[in-house]
């Protein structure tokens, strides 16, 4: 199982917040997951701050946001750390989702659309089915935050599907099975990704007026429609070059075994366009930006190597595992190169690119 699948699972958990009455290590994960759904409807709201540390290499970076959560679909998260984007918020009344970025004072409106009333059989076979596939023990219990919490750890059964990811660390909440803490590690056991939820309080009787958002005075206002959202296609680079409404750059060196893969090409707010080339399983993507009146700002790069690419300055950042980020940019256009290739040679890919 996949860790991207075990990070589906709880945030899947998360987000409906299940109840659990108890736990024991042998219960299967079809009962373990039915316990979950069995009390959900005893909570109708909640709030928590969340506090999440990513971590690259010797790098690391630390985000802290406040969360507050009301049935069915009402939400609100206020950003509020690191400085530069704090304020940032997304709050939603269950028909309509406002994203405000007050250092660029825009505001993004969207419609939500309509959803089916979900199955909640469907529901427990999904949570089953991912439990199933990997490897987890209840390993004690813990408190965090003043919540007593089980203690989970879970690795996927096979090892050759875990990609860049390692195990990851779990602390539920014992009375809500809200994963109140999270710990990830690559591939290599070393320190990813944590998360860690405090203040945690439900049924506080949370006012609908919480989740009312008034746009700022002199806001640029942009609208975007979910219903006409459709994910993009793999397309040949003809295709993209037909579709883009740029010239798309392309490299004139790759590193031997490199050839093109596919393309795609996103139209909407921001035009982006995504080259993808493989190495049989090595995989290197770059991606063009057309940009605004804004650079399109990126927190990891707050914490990147700068370095040259033919004169012009570039941001270099190691993500996860061996993989890296190379982002600058040319006229009108933000570039970023993702890959396990040296240093050396992303920058050389970088300055090859016409």
């Known amino acids: 199982m996949t860790k991207t699948r075990v990070l589906l699972m709880l945030l899947l958990i998360s987000s409906s917040l299940f109840v659990a009455g108890c736990i024991d290590g042998d219960l299967s994960a079809e009962q373990i997951a039915e316990k ?3 009390k959900q409807d005893d909570i109708d709201d909640y709030s928590y701050t969340m506090y999440i540390t990513m971590e690259f290499g010797d790098q ?41 970025d007050p250092q660029q004072n825009t505001v993004i409106v969207m419609e939500m659309p309509d959803r089916p009333e979900q199955n909640g059989q469907d529901y427990l076979k999904l949570i089953g089915m991912m439990m199933n596939e990997s490897d987890f ?9 003043g919540r ?32 109140l803490k999270m710990e990830l590690k690559d591939a290599d056991g070393n320190p990813m990704y944590s998360m860690e939820y405090r203040n945690f ?6 006012s609908d007026e919480e989740f009312q958002f008034e746009i700022p005075e002199g806001a640029e206002v942009q609208t975007m429609d979910m219903d006409e959202f459709v994910m993009p296609e793999s397309i040949t680079l003809e295709e993209a070059r037909e579709e883009a409404t740029f010239d798309i750059l392309v490299p004139s060196y790759l590193p031997d075994g490199y050839e093109f893969d596919h393309a795609m090409v ?34 990891i790069m707050d914490i990147a190597e700068v370095v040259s690419i033919n004169g012009v300055e570039g941001k270099l950042v190691k993500i ?11 006229g009108n256009l933000q570039l970023t190169i993702t890959g396990t290739l040296d240093n050396e040679e992303l920058i050389k890919i970088a300055g090859s690119m016409q």
């Open 148 to 179: 007593t919490t089980y203690i989970i750890d879970m690795s996927p059964k096979d090892e050759s599907d875990s990609g860049m990811f390692g195990d990851m660390k779990v602390w539920v909440d014992k009375e809500t099975w809200m994963p």
């Open 266 to 299: 996103i139209q909407g707010f921001v035009e982006i366009v995504s080259l993808t080339y493989k190495n049989d399983d090595e995989r290197l993507g770059i991606s063009e930006t057309v940009l605004g009146d804004e650079p399109q700002a990126s927190p």
């Open 320 to 330: 996860y595992g061996e993989s890296k980020m190379l982002q600058w940019e040319i």
């Open 137 to 145: 023990s209840l390993e004690g219990t813990e408190k965090v935050d």
């Open 60 to 100: 690391k970076m630390e985000t802290e946001a406040d969360m507050m959560y009301k049935k069915p679909d009402k939400y609100k998260i206020v950003q509020t750390q690191p400085a530069e984007t704090a304020g940032s918020l997304s709050v939603s009344d269950g028909e309509t989702v406002w994203t405000y």
């Open 36 to 38: 979950m759904q069995q």
């Open 201 to 206: 309080q439900i049924n506080t009787g949370i």
